[in-house]
């Protein structure tokens, strides 16, 4: 059985940084992609940041050069480092896996992944 915990959302003021944490058990695809994604009140699921097998990132725009995406394979766990947080990045924070087959790049569509955690609140006050 597949499960993902994500912990370490918070509120916080703008300007501020934040680690999320995801900590996954039972995938074991040799392959796959994993992600970060966000929902405000109201609104969709987007793709934040997204990390390959092999390393490979990818990010939105409204996050690339705050947040960075990184796995530590020995821990099981994918991170999500916050910096210059903005109020328009409040949400609930969910991590995402799915396995791949063959040199596939990571979507950051909310319909490309199998697995979800249960999320993670972050506010951000300004």
């Known amino acids: 059985q597949v499960q993902l915990v994500e912990s370490g959302g918070d509120s916080v003021q703008a300007g501020g940084s934040l680690k999320l944490s995801c900590t996954v058990s039972?995938?074991?695809?040799?392959?796959?992609?994993m992600g970060w994604f966000r929902q405000p009140p109201g609104e969709e699921r987007e793709g934040v940041a997204t990390?390959?097998?092999?390393?490979?990132?990818t990010y939105a725009d409204s996050v690339k050069g705050r947040f960075t995406i990184s796995q530590d394979n020995a821990k099981n766990t994918l991170y999500l480092q916050m910096n210059s947080l903005k109020s328009e990045d409040s949400g609930m924070y969910y991590c995402?896996?799915?396995?791949?087959?063959?040199?596939?790049?990571?979507?950051?569509?909310?319909?490309?992944?199998?697995?979800w955690g249960q999320g993670t609140q972050v506010t951000v006050s300004s």
């Open positions: 995402a896996a799915v396995a791949i087959y063959g040199p596939s790049w990571c979507s950051r569509s909310r319909f490309g992944y199998t697995y």
């Open positions: 039972g995938f074991t695809a040799s392959r796959y992609c």
């Open positions: 990390i390959r097998g092999d390393g490979s990132t």
